[in-house]
Structure formats: C-alpha cells, structure tokens
C-alpha cells in the first residue's frame, strides 16, 4: 500500500525565515496531496493542496510543490511568524480508496520570536 | 471551526471496557472517517462512510466498529479496550467522499484506557 515519509520530524526557525517541509511516498498512481496543520488540542485543519496535474501552487505564505517523476512534494512557508507554530502533516490519497489519506508522521515546526 | 463535533472531548476507562465516540459531520456533508492519531503510529485512517453505507476500511481493529445513522452523524465503538488503545480519535467529514475531496477534521476525542 501507500506510503508517506515526511522530514524533518522537528524544525525549529527564526520568525521571519522560510520553513520547507519535505514528504515522498512510495504509490505512483496517488494523485492528491494535502497538507494539514495541527495546533494543540485541535484537530487537523487543511491548510492546502495539490493535484498531480500541477506542480505548484501558492496561497499567500505558503506554498505546496510536487515532483512526481521523484514521488515528492514539499511545504514552503515564507515570512513565518510564532502563529505558524504547530504540527504539520502531508498526506497523499490512495487511488480507488474513495478519498482515504495517508498521512506522514508530522513535522512539529517551532517559530522563535 | 472546521464545523465537525466529537464529543466527549475526554474519556478515560480501564482495560475490558467498551465505549462510544460521537461524531457529528459537516452541515450537508454526507461522508464520515473515522482516524487515530498515536505518538507511534501517526495519523491512521480506520473507516469511512457514505450516506449510512459503508464505504472502505483501514487499519480498523475487530474490537472496533463503527456506524452512520441516517440523521448522518456516526458513531464509533470500541470494545474490549487494551492499554494500546489509548490514543486520540478524530472524526472528518466531507461532502460526498470521493476521491481527492478536502476532508474537514473535528477536534477529537482523546481516550485514555487504564
């Protein structure tokens, strides 16, 4: 079945800098690419996504790449501020499963002031 | 608010017991997933409905069951409950759960098995 590595598991930056976030999985026929941001005691919001007929696509300070020839696709944000402090998570469908994620193991990003 | 409601927020039981989550979906949202989140496994999808029907399952223990009624909000059971099972339970909805649709997340139910 598919699988999703994501890394860094933790990531610690100055506000300001740009945090990158790296995910690869292993089913080439996955085809959405969605990317969760998790704050303490909430669950998973949807921050963006992607399908695999674009290669990027940008939502103010964030960004979302995919390289599907290489199975990986990444999370920039730029400028980032303490609120963008959480856990992080990307997910990759598994084609036929009806819309079922596999998610990474998380990514917990740390913005210091 | 992702509009998703799980209730209750905390459970806390002892080993051999059974217990029910409670999820309410998105107004106008058809389908339901149920996902455990553990320090060691991640994000784990369980089971999915649509509509009432069963529609794909997951890494779902047999212990585990799951429903959706037709007022659409679902519950999930567990039974015969081990210490491993303490985790967080979040429910998703999504309007018709289709593939590549957004999956909207409720805040979770955290059960501490003792």
């Known amino acids: 079945g598919e699988n999703v590595e994501q890394h860094p598991s933790t990531l610690s930056v100055q506000e300001g800098d740009s945090a990158v976030i790296k995910c690869t999985y292993s089913d080439s026929a996955s085809n959405y690419f969605p990317w969760y941001k998790q704050e303490l005691g909430k669950g998973p919001q949807l921050i963006i996504d992607i399908r695999s007929n674009v290669g990027e696509k940008k939502d103010q300070r964030i960004a979302v790449t995919l390289n599907k020839t290489a199975k990986h696709f990444s999370l920039h944000i730029t400028e980032t501020q303490p609120e963008d402090s959480a856990v992080y998570f990307c997910?990759?469908?598994?084609?036929?499963?009806?819309?079922?994620?596999?998610f990474g193991k998380g990514t917990k990003l740390s913005v210091k002031p | 608010d992702s509009g998703v409601t799980q209730t209750p927020k905390h459970l806390i039981t002892a080993t051999g017991q059974r217990v029910t989550l409670r999820c309410s979906p998105r107004s106008g949202d058809l389908s339901v997933y149920w996902y455990q989140q553990s320090l060691d496994q991640g994000l784990q999808f369980l089971i999915q409905y649509y509509n009432g029907e069963e529609r794909a399952k997951g890494n779902i223990l047999e212990r585990f069951s799951a429903q959706q009624f037709p007022d659409l909000h679902s519950e999930l059971n567990l039974s015969s409950l081990e210490l491993g099972d303490s985790a967080l339970y979040f429910c998703a909805s999504s309007v018709v759960g289709t593939l590549n649709e957004k999956l909207f997340f409720g805040s979770g139910t955290q059960l501490s098995v003792l």
């Open positions: 997910a990759a469908s598994i084609w036929g499963s009806q819309g079922n994620l596999i």
